[in-house]
């Protein structure tokens, strides 16, 4: 993939160019590559069509929030999905750049994962108090914000408490913060159970453009959120993941890896599995069938 732009930087599955003009300045492509990571690792097997549905998955949620971030007086960051270049047609987001706020706002609907050993330890979530006898996948009594900062490339996000979002953004932006990742997190989850897909938790990044909040990155994808089919939802184990379960299925039983090795290519029906678990995703979401 050529993309002729300079590139700014390069995540696990993603890409971000500097797309500005002397005409446009301060823009940035946004690519999603079809990399799938599983257990902190990058699989050396792309899931076909991965890239393209959570970019237009990504296009979608923008569309729906807007009401929300126009409630707070917030906007989005995406100028165009189809103003991209040839080779990333629609797997990039053409943005705006911002200056991007340093707290990685996270929402938590459901107990699971770091949230889960936290509870166990203190019996809250950071200064959120919560009722005894949750297990993992228990839905919480209300939506919890749980930010922390980023990390290093390779490294996880550090968590952090409400103070610290204060010292890094100011009362009244954290203030600010914190609502409006919940309300983007509940109409969110609303909008997804109805689609039969719990949205367990879910991870925002906002920027600022002036003085106006937006939100940027991608937007609760199943790369940035924790998706479980509703179906199978059963509070006391750990949840299947929605779209990456046949592959941690095959790593953990089938492929013989040790998670910390190079790990193994995919098998085929792994691969193609995947790659339905996230069209399905999309149109059940979305109502749209993916092209
Ligand atoms: N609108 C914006 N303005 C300024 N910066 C960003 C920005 C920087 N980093 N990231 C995260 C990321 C997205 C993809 C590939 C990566 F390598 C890293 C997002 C954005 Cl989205």
């Given at each position: 993939?050529?993309?002729?732009?300079?590139?700014?930087?390069?995540?696990?599955?993603?890409?971000?160019?500097?797309?500005?003009?002397?005409?446009?300045?301060?823009?940035?492509?946004?690519?999603?590559?079809?990399?799938?990571?599983?257990?902190?690792?990058?699989?050396?097997?792309?899931?076909?069509?991965?890239?393209?549905?959570?970019?237009?998955?990504?296009?979608?949620?923008?569309?729906?929030?807007?009401?929300?971030?126009?409630?707070?007086?917030?906007?989005?960051?995406?100028?165009?999905?189809?103003?991209?270049?040839?080779?990333?047609?629609?797997?990039?987001?053409?943005?705006?750049?911002?200056?991007?706020?340093p707290v990685e706002c996270v929402a938590r609907g459901y107990l699971s994962g770091s949230g889960t050993k936290e509870y166990a330890r203190t019996g809250s979530i950071r200064d959120v108090a919560l009722p005894a006898g949750l297990v993992e996948g228990s839905r919480l009594p209300a939506p919890v914000f749980t930010p922390s900062t980023k990390a290093e490339v390779g490294e996880h996000d550090e968590a952090i408490d409400f103070a610290a979002v204060v010292s890094a953004v100011g009362a009244g932006r954290a203030e600010e913060l914190r609502e409006l990742t919940l309300a983007l997190y509940s109409r969110g989850a609303e909008i997804a159970e109805a689609a039969g897909i719990v949205l367990a938790d879910t991870k925002f990044e906002f920027g600022l453009d002036g003085d106006e909040l937006v939100l940027a990155d991608e937007v609760l994808t199943p790369d940035s959120s924790r998706f479980w089919p509703a179906s199978s939802w059963s509070p006391g184990a750990a949840q299947p993941s929605y779209d990456?379960?046949?592959?941690?299925?095959?790593?953990?039983?089938?492929?013989?890896?040790?998670r910390t090795s190079t790990p193994p290519e995919l098998p085929d029906d792994v691969v193609a599995a995947t790659r339905e678990r996230y069209v399905t995703a999309y149109e059940q979401l979305t109502g749209r069938s993916f092209a």
């Open positions: 993939m050529s993309v002729e732009l300079p590139l700014l930087a390069r995540g696990k599955v993603r890409e971000i160019y500097d797309a500005s003009t002397p005409a446009a300045p301060d823009r940035l492509l946004l690519v999603a590559s079809d990399r799938i990571s599983a257990y902190d690792h990058v699989l050396p097997t792309p899931i076909p069509d991965k890239g393209r549905v959570l970019t237009q998955l990504s296009v979608w949620w923008f569309e729906q929030l807007t009401p929300v971030l126009e409630s707070f007086g917030a906007s989005h960051h995406l100028i165009s999905a189809t103003d991209v270049p040839d080779d990333v047609a629609g797997r990039a987001m053409l943005v705006r750049r911002l200056e991007m706020l990456k379960q046949y592959v941690r299925d095959w790593l953990t039983n089938e492929s013989g890896w040790d």
